[in-house]
């Protein structure tokens, strides 16, 4: 028998419409170049609702895409409601990404409209000729005088939004599979990948995101989303803190240390997300700060080495939280949290340092890369991981077939290898793409970073494999020495000897001033792999 329940569509719009109705007063408080500007969530729907006019007014088709071009600000957070409430779908562009990838995501997306910061746009205006398919380039002035570029397209968000009525939004959505978002992955292994969100998968993604097994945010937080709003659908933050009734704290353009650490002392940050590369440039900061308020820093996209968490933990007490995810999973897949059975302190050390536990929503398993066999979860034995739910991909955007990114049965293969604790923790041993294959054996080169960034005198380090003619592959440690430190080679070699296997231990080692980095601020092991392709292992002539 069939259920007797409302059939409500889980829409974006009744998450604004709650939201302004009973945290009226929560604020949206954007960093801008002459300081702290505040709005109200009730500000908020105001605003959502004049730019769902302009948009209305500029004729962007009923389901058109809209690209946002922007820093983490009230605008920019504002776009993420008023684009899918009137039916279109909003692509987060992403200011770091080359002039070529600008290009391929704008026309591959068939962007109607782009609202750009005017602060960004020097990036955006050389490659407008090459943007057939943008009629209106909305141009948000941030207070930065770039020049605006001689382009009929070109129109003023005050002149187009300012005085614009109120559009109505209700029932506007009545299919909740609506295409709502589209997000292009960030290149760390290959060409960005379109992965389109719908209402529906946003709204219980928001709703995952709450609970307390994940980051239980509640109207009393105050959150920093370091984040950028277009990196793997903002991490959802758009969502649920407006369900959640907390305070958002935009940083804007400054996302320097100095800055995000003033932020979050002066507004009282109660949780902060971002990349590890963004928590190590705060963490030397740490010292003497009133960081009273905060509860928890955020941080996936890559793992998160022990000694940054540590660091964190010795000078504020609260260490870092990882969390793991992808563009592909909206990107909520586990977040770690420690559960009631973990109480000593090497445990939960132990476990801080996983990818997380499973989400709600989300089902894991872990299979053979050959037979495809599914394989246990004990926590030792790993294989490919492969995810599937309500908010994770099925396929991307403008296939024709899910194809060799998803299993026949439609679960996600994250292209991650990782094994999973009886406790139901990710233990990510490293991307398939970035394992150093030695003889028949995997190295991790996660867990190869992790020990080399222990080293008191280590800034950051990465480690990648290179060709070696009786292994397949051997380890390369490309490592940044701390300001005002020394270290060499046989010095951190044999410091490695204790602390991983004598196999595992790198054929070399490369001094550089700073890893390169990827468009959403990750260490990009791409860029490092074609920078030493020609360096010989002191080893490879053995
Ligand atoms: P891209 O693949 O272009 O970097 P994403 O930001 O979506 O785009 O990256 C998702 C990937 O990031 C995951 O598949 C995983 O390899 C990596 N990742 C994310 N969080 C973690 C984590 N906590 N530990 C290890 N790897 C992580």
Redesign the pocket.
Known sequence: MLGLMQDAPLTITSILERGERVFADREIVTKTATGLKRATFAELGAEVRRQASALDALGVSPDGRVASFAWNTFRHLALYYSVPCTGRVLHTGNIRYFPDQLVYTFEHAEDEAVFVDRSLLGLLAPLLPRMTTLKHVVVMDDGVPTPLPDDPRVVAYEELVGSADQADLTGRITDEHTAAGLCY??????N?KGVVYTHRSNWLHAIGSLTSSVFGMHDGDRVLPVVPLF??NGWGYAHSTIMGGATLIMPGPDLSPAGLVDLMESEKVTVAAGVPTIWMGVAPLLAGRDLAALRAVI??????PVALSEAWREAIGVPIT????????S?L??V?RLRSEITGREEEIETLAT??LIAPGVSARIVDAVSREELPWDGETSGD?EVSGPWIARQYYKTDEPGDSFSPDGWLR???VAAITPLGYLK?V??TK?LVKSGGEWISS?DLENQIMGHPKVAEAAVIALPHPKWGERPLACVVVRDGETLDRDELLAWLGDKVGKWQIPDDVVFIEEVPK???G?FSKKTLREQYADHVLPTAGA
């Open positions: 992955t960030s290149g760390t292994t290959g960005p990196h793997a941080c996936g996209g890559s793992a998160v990882q969390a793991w995810g992808m563009t592909e999973m990107p897949g586990s770690a990818a997380g991981l994250t292209g991650d990510i490293d991307r970035d996660v990827t468009s959403v990750k």
